[in-house]
């Protein structure tokens, strides 16, 4: 059985979360690295934005431990991080119609 704190922790960690991921723009790069790894000109081609916006918010993404990044040379390849992969298995986003679902990830 789950604590009450233990309830109150999650609880507040997933509405960190969803603050988070409130922003239009952040919401999009997190939904496309789940389609798998990519690069910065990869985020900004996509999103139609410029380098600046998307690499501040990758970093606020990175601080809050939803990406990593890894460089490679030159190139720095983002991708979601193993914690945010197995977020990935708990919550289902569909959209849209924007309905969400929330699974016990045991």
Known sequence: MVSKA?????QMELCDLFRLLSDHTRLQIVL?????EHTV?????ALNLPQPTVSHHLG?????R???????????IYSLSPSA????KAIKFSVP?????LEDSH
């Open 6 to 10: 233990d309830m109150e922790k999650s």
């Open 66 to 76: 939803l990406i990593v990044n890894e460089r490679q040379g030159k190139k720095v």
């Open 85 to 88: 992969r197995s977020l990935k």
């Open 97 to 101: 119609p924007y309905a969400v679902t």
């Open 41 to 45: 000109t990869d985020l900004c081609a």
């Open 60 to 64: 606020l993404l990175r601080m809050n």
């Open 32 to 36: 496309f690295l789940a389609t798998g």
